[in-house]
């Protein structure tokens, strides 16, 4: 599902996150009867703080001069861009509809989603996406839809501008993210997985069905709550404290130290979740959920994954979307990409689509 999509040229994912920028530029080949995709650039550049908060932007310049830099560092070939969005602007719903033919779908799916979007038709883009037939009812189809507000869409357009990067599409981060665990997980297609995407400021969560989505939402939370807890509860800088949040050591700060303040935080988080997961359960037939799968930046927190073993009776994982991709050792420093590996994601949904993959 895309906002745009303006053709198959060279395009590459760029993550705009509250806290980072990440680049991830991907080139498609042939090998033997099937497609493979090979890394050809990757970029990381953290944002002047507070330029971008909860996925608004707020100082357009000093973004678009951080945009400039991450593809001067990348060496990139190209400056058509693939960008996601989310939060609070980004309304995403599955609604069902009565099947009609193709010429009447479009305009029938548009009428449909009206009551579903708490703005006029004015306010937004909307998209979807028609995911199958309704087993029960022949005549009825599913629908993914997506609804993006246009101030927030064209205060993104406006940097891009500013760069002088071209935007050749538009996505959601919750679909970007289940895009990547396709592509690198054969195993999950089949399943019923739930993509928890924890970035600086928002956690994407995404289930999906047999690979589809069936329900998303958007957490205000995430890494830099974190981060602020340690800075007042320790007295840190800023720098230290997301220091001691991954784990390194810092002189005066013990670890026993950190883990309550961790602990507060990954509760509120957790509750959140739960609630997520509950609101789903009450609105499907079947609530199941097979697996779930961590990435972001908060991904690589140190006990994260203990954390949620412990609050979950389901199977967890870290993502890593490099899984399935091929790498040229000479090219790029695999130790940053192993340690990094979480944080990228969103990015490499962007780019998988970016050159044909996937929905």
């Given amino acids: 599902m895309s906002f745009f999509g303006f053709g198959t040229k060279r395009i590459l994912g760029l993550d705009i996150g509250s806290f ?27 944002v002047p703080y507070q330029s971008i908060v909860e996925g608004s932007i707020m100082d357009s310049a000093a973004v678009a001069e951080s945009i400039q830099h991450i593809f001067y560092e990348s060496k990139v070939k190209t400056n058509n861009v693939s960008f996601g969005v989310s939060g609070s602007s980004v309304i995403v719903k599955k609604i069902e509809v009565q099947k009609l033919s193709p010429s009447e779908m479009h305009e029938h799916i548009l009428w449909e989603a009206r009551p579903h979007i708490p703005f006029t038709p004015e306010e937004v883009n909307i998209d979807y996406e028609i995911l199958d037939q309704s087993d029960d009812q022949p005549n009825m189809a599913s629908v993914i839809l997506a609804a993006v507000k246009k101030e927030k869409l064209n205060d993104y357009l406006n ?3 500013i760069s002088q990067k071209k935007v050749e599409m538009v996505d959601l981060e919750s679909f970007a993210v289940l895009n990547s665990v396709l592509k690198n997980y054969e195993m999950y297609k089949d399943r019923t997985i739930a993509i928890i995407n ?9 289930i999906s069905k047999r690979g589809s989505p069936v329900f998303v939402r958007d957490i205000a939370l995430g890494g830099n709550q974190f981060t ?11 720098e230290k ?44 037939m079947e609530g199941r959920i097979d697996n779930i799968l ?23 994982e870290i993502v890593n979307p490099f899984n399935n991709i091929e790498i040229n050792e000479k090219k790029f420093d695999l130790n940053f990409i192993s340690e990094m590996a979480p944080v990228f994601n969103v990015a490499m949904g962007l780019a998988l689509r970016a050159v044909g993959d996937e929905k």
């Fill in 294 to 316: 961590l990435s972001g930046g908060t991904a690589n927190l140190d006990s994260i994954l203990d954390l949620f073993s412990q609050e979950f009776d389901i199977p967890f």
């Fill in 228 to 238: 602020d807890l340690i800075q007042k509860e320790l007295n840190l800088k800023y």
């Fill in 159 to 161: 940097v891009f501008d």
């Fill in 198 to 206: 924890i970035g600086a400021s928002i956690t994407n969560v995404v």
């Fill in 20 to 46: 980072a920028l990440k680049i991830v530029e991907l080139k498609a080949k042939k090998k033997g009867k099937e497609v493979v995709h090979e890394l050809v650039a990757l970029g990381y550049e953290p």
């Fill in 241 to 284: 404290a997301e220091s001691v949040k991954k784990g390194r050591q810092v002189d005066g700060v013990s670890p026993a130290a950190v883990k309550p303040v961790v602990n507060l935080i990954f509760g509120e988080l957790k509750n959140e979740v739960k609630k997520t997961f509950e609101f789903y359960r009450s609105n499907t």
